[in-house]
Nanobody, 117 residues
Framework: QVRLVESGGGLVQAGGSLRLSCAAS????????MGWYRQAPGKYREFVAA???????TYSHSVKGRFGISRDNAKNTVYLQMNSLRPEDTAVYYC???????????WGQGTQVTVSS
């Protein structure tokens, strides 16, 4: 079992920045990729960004160039630096980690990000 705990959400004005953190604990040997999803009210949960243990990153089109994902393997922690935030980035952000065979996904409890216009 893997436990994911997010922190760093909050309220920010449009154009501002926030950094989210997600710390993993438990059977961390069973995961490699860690990432972020988000869910806005009335919308489906969508992929934001992911990073593998060797540093390979992927981003959704909507955040590429504005958000940066990184990780500290020694701390089992992944970060999401969000810059140039827009009101449409408002959502609950969830940390995600699939197991090595991608047969199961671990999720954090979510952290609210609100961007005011």
């Amino acid at each position: 079992q893997v436990r994911l705990v997010e922190s760093g959400g909050g309220l920010v004005q449009a154009g501002g920045s926030l950094r989210l953190s997600c710390a993993a604990s438990g059977s961390i040997f069973s995961i490699d990729v860690m990432g972020w999803y988000r869910q806005a009210p009335g919308k489906y949960r969508e992929f934001v960004a992911a990073i593998s243990s060797n540093g390979t990153t992927t981003y959704s089109h909507s955040v590429k160039g504005r958000f940066g994902i990184s990780r500290d393997n020694a701390k089992n922690t992944v970060y999401l630096q969000m810059n140039s935030l827009r009101p449409e980035d408002t959502a609950v952000y969830y940390c995600n980690a699939p197991n090595l065979y991608e047969t199961y996904h671990y999720w954090g409890q979510g952290t609210q990000v609100t961007v005011s216009s």
